[in-house]
């Protein structure tokens, strides 16, 4: 096998492996399995479609948990689902939605996204529970209106959508930015949201969000 060959087989070996890993990122999966994708290359395949996950997951609840669909179904104030990534930016996002909304909110839920694998761990110390301490800190911000809050587990797009359709809220609301990488919100999440969620949907930019008058 000549040094040509050889160069074109590790290139296609690294490049199979490195689609796959990020199709397990982006299918809601810790960035790390694209490490280990790009080294196993094509034997990486059958592990990914088997360890895939299909639908996003409740990760954990808050104390209370959300609302069943059914008694809020004849509820006239409006229920918002506000997603969080504990990003500067995401923080402006549950500002601004508080100061358009007000005391107007028949009940606010705090989301927060992590990976399969994140929500997997057991330590005090994961993903999970950060999440958590993070949302019940920014909960604790809410005055005068009943707050929830969960984490959720796969991709982000996917699981505000389906958590936001399952619980029949009225307004979803994000930032266009955030920190991090495919776990994140961030720009490609919002417009995921935009395009195909069925609740209404609110990108708050964070440049503006200081901005938003109360109604």
């Known amino acids: 096998m000549n040094s040509t060959a050889v160069v074109v087989f590790v290139l296609v070996w690294i490049a199979i492996g490195l689609i796959t890993?990020?199709?397990?990122?982006?299918?809601?999966?810790?960035?790390t399995w694209t490490l280990i994708a790009v080294i196993l290359g094509p034997l990486f395949v059958p592990i990914a479609f088997e360890r895939a996950e299909r639908r996003p997951?409740?990760?954990?609840?808050?104390?209370?948990?959300a609302e069943p669909v059914e008694s809020t179904a004849t509820s006239t104030e409006p229920r918002?689902?506000?997603?969080?990534?504990?990003?500067a930016e995401s923080e402006l996002a549950l500002d601004a939605a508080l100061d358009l909304m007000?005391?107007?909110?028949?009940s606010v839920?705090?989301?927060?996204?992590?990976?399969?694998?994140d929500a997997g761990e057991s330590a005090s110390g994961s993903e999970v529970a950060e999440a958590s301490d993070r949302?019940?800190?920014?909960a604790s911000r809410v005055v005068g209106v009943r707050t929830n809050y969960e984490v959720l587990a796969g991709p982000p797009g996917e699981a505000l959508r389906q958590f936001a359709e399952e619980q029949g809220v009225d307004?979803?609301?994000?930032?266009r930015r955030g920190r991090g990488l495919s776990k994140r919100l961030m720009g490609s999440v919002s417009a995921d949201l935009v395009q195909h969620a069925k609740v209404p949907v609110l990108v708050i930019e964070p440049q503006q969000a200081g901005q938003v008058p109360p109604l």
């Open 135 to 138: 949302l019940a800190n920014a």
């Open 21 to 31: 890993g990020l199709w397990m990122a982006r299918r809601g999966h810790s960035s």
């Open 57 to 65: 997951v409740l990760a954990a609840a808050g104390p209370e948990g």
């Open 171 to 175: 307004l979803l609301v994000v930032s």
């Open 102 to 106: 007000g005391n107007r909110c028949g």
């Open 80 to 87: 918002l689902l506000i997603g969080l990534d504990g990003s």
């Open 109 to 117: 839920i705090l989301a927060e996204v992590v990976s399969y694998d």
